[in-house]
Nanobody, 124 residues
Framework: QLLLVESGGGLVHTGDSLRLSCAAS????????VAWFRQAPGNEREGVSC??????????YYADFVKDRFAISRDNAKNTVYLEMNSLSPEDTAVYYC???????????????WGQGTQVTVSS
């Protein structure tokens, strides 16, 4: 069974940092592109960042609204992908999901395996 489990969310204040983790079981995450999406109440799920497969270019991609604040990385030994989030603001409040598939995409439809999500709340 292919599983992704997110962790690391929580309640923080404006300007704080958080690191989210996406741990995989049942498959090798190194051979998957992994993306982070987020969904705020009343909004559609939106792409935040993506990292290519380790056996590919390994490129990283970011939505404009998180560039220079968030960083995506992977630790293949731990079968885990991380999202380091800095300079958080209340607009970043959402449930954050990780997703895996063969290629990076900003589309929800481009990913077949999803985690259950972790809540990030940023107070002003």
């Amino acid at each position: 069974q292919l599983l992704l489990v997110e962790s690391g969310g929580g309640l923080v204040h404006t300007g704080d940092s958080l690191r989210l983790s996406c741990a995989a079981s049942g498959f090798n995450l190194a051979y998957r592109a992994v993306a982070w999406f987020r969904q705020a109440p009343g909004n559609e799920r939106e792409g935040v960042s993506c990292i290519d497969r380790s056996d590919g270019a390994g490129a990283t991609y970011y939505a404009d609204f998180v560039k220079d604040r968030f960083a995506i990385s992977r630790d293949n030994a731990k079968n885990t992908v991380y999202l380091e989030m800095n300079s958080l603001s209340p607009e970043d409040t959402a449930v954050y999901y990780c997703a895996a598939d063969l290629h990076c995409s900003g589309s929800v439809a481009g990913f077949g395996t999803w985690g259950q999500g972790t809540q990030v709340t940023v107070s002003s």
